[in-house]
């Protein structure tokens, strides 16, 4: 680990000694970056761009494998058991894993704009406020998890798997509330670009979990609850190795100790927070009402298994667009905050371009091994023709997500989330969804009805919104609104 010295005395952050990712530029630089060709300032914002999502892809991949080894652990101790840690983990913890996620994300424009306007005193508070709007708002979800059966049973669950998945969720409480300290923690670092750190992070925390996982289950025997406890362990350690860094010498102009202004100015950040909050839940929620629907079918078991399937593929795929959601809001709101609404759309265009080019080799990928996409789960011949057939929609799926998900990171770095709330409210919801009611039971399409009307109907829809509002954005304008952001926000200090 660096030295960290140095930085004191020079009041410059590591990052910005290194022209490969310094967030933002002085006005000369600005000037000069502006007067290189294209090629070479796509070079340069490729560049800055990778040092962010480059570490943020492992981590979230190393988040993700934590659920997937939890899983497989309990699928070896049986069926009951794989089902509960299974609806505990999609239901009970997913439910509010994205509003706490989408809540978190307020951090985004709050530190990554304030970052970019060097008020880096101003990032201490701001994550110790979200620390506080996010511990409040688990204890208000506490009732989820202490009657997850009751409200599993209401959903039509078996009643075995209901009442163990309530038993499990119990179990899990200690983790519902590390997402309150861990993702503020996230967004503070990932802010100032210091996501290697919580790449390394990561790793331990995963490695943890492996050893963790086989001590619990088959060394303690512990069953199912061994499984819990370990998700619980491994998901602290993460969050106390980013407490660490964070707050023991690896960030010495950002954190400055407890303060009693994190109290001031609550209620504003609470409104950014739940807007944001919003954004991401009706996102996150959108395919768990497909699945939802899709198991009301007539004969709905190889139709549940196969998108089941397919939205494993999918979920393994989306880290790559996550870890651009994030990198697209870090460097459009270091732009802005550094008042370059020029280099705000720039980033945006590297940010999406990358994307798409790394979401049609993966639309290449399906197209080609269509047929044998189910093979690494399942031997049925059944599911495999029924994957088969649904592989075109996740093609599609994937590349549509390799562009949605980006434009969602620039309006986060922007702080349009409660105009983006209303986007995918009105897509997702109030087109979307019907659409795929209609075209799966009206049309008697059933799932491939059902998924597409909600692809086409829900997500390229707001896809198409958010392009044309990011196309005719005034990025100079932003650029002031996010000045006058800053200082608004820093006079609650």
């Known amino acids: 680990m660096p030295s960290y010295g140095t930085l004191e005395e020079t009041k410059v952050p590591l990052l910005e000694h290194l022209s490969s990712s310094s967030p933002v530029d002085s006005k000369d630089e600005q000037n000069n970056y502006e007067d290189q060709d294209f090629k070479t300032r796509f070079w340069i914002e490729s560049k800055k761009l990778w040092y962010i999502i480059g570490p943020a892809i492992f981590s979230r991949l190393a988040s993700y494998s934590m659920l997937v080894i939890t899983q497989s652990f309990a699928g070896h101790l049986g069926d009951l058991e794989l089902a509960a840690i299974s609806i505990s983990n999609n239901v009970i913890v997913g439910f509010d894993f994205g509003l706490l996620l989408g809540m978190a994300s307020a951090l985004e424009t709050l530190c990554g704009q304030a970052y970019g306007a060097k008020k880096y005193c101003m990032l201490g508070v701001y994550m110790q406020r979200s620390w506080i709007v996010l511990f409040l708002c688990c204890v208000l979800l506490l009732p989820l998890y202490l009657f997850a059966s009751p409200f599993l049973k209401v959903l039509g669950q078996p009643k075995d798997v209901a009442e163990l998945s309530g038993v499990v969720a119990m179990w899990m409480i200690p983790l519902h509330f590390s997402f309150a300290f861990q993702f503020p923690l996230q967004r503070f670092l990932q802010s100032q670009l210091k996501t290697m750190v919580i790449a390394w992070v990561s790793l331990v925390a995963l490695l943890v979990h492996i050893i963790v996982s086989w001590l619990f289950v088959y060394g303690m ?45 609550l209620w504003e950040f609470v409104k950014l927070s739940a807007a944001s909050g919003v954004m991401l839940c009706l996102e996150n929620w959108y395919y768990r009402i497909l699945i939802l629907m899709t198991g009301n079918l007539k004969n709905a078991e190889i139709a549940v298994d196969a998108l089941s399937i397919c939205m494993a593929i999918n979920g393994w795929e989306m880290m790559i667009p996550f870890a651009f959601f994030a990198g697209a809001g870090v460097r459009v709101a270091n732009e802005l905050g550094a008042g370059n609404g020029k280099g705000a759309k720039f980033a945006t265009t590297v940010a999406v371009v990358t994307s798409v080019v790394i979401g049609l080799l993966f639309w290449l990928l399906i197209m080609i091994f269509h047929n044998e996409l189910a093979l690494i789960f399942t031997s049925s011949v059944p599911v495999l023709k029924a994957v088969n057939k649904l592989s075109i929609l996740l093609a599609f799926t994937i590349l549509l997500n390799s562009v949605q998900p980006i434009l969602s990171g620039v309006a986060v770095g922007s702080g349009w989330q409660s105009s983006v709330a209303y986007i995918n409210l009105g897509c997702y919801y109030l087109i979307g969804v019907p659409l795929g009611f209609v075209m799966g039971w009206g049309f008697q399409q059933g799932v491939m009805g059902i998924w597409a009307g909600m692809i086409f109907g829900g997500t390229a829809i707001q896809t198409l919104i958010l392009v044309i509002i990011t196309v005719r954005c005034d990025w100079d304008k932003e650029a002031e609104k996010a000045r006058l952001h800053v200082r608004k926000w820093s006079e609650t200090m």
């Open 221 to 265: 025997e512990l069953g199912v609850i061994g499984t819990a406890v370990t998700l619980n362990f491994s998901w602290w350690v993460l969050t106390i190795g980013l407490f660490g860094y964070a707050c023991c010498g690896g960030c010495p102009l950002s954190w400055n100790g407890l303060s009693i202004e994190a109290f001031s100015g």
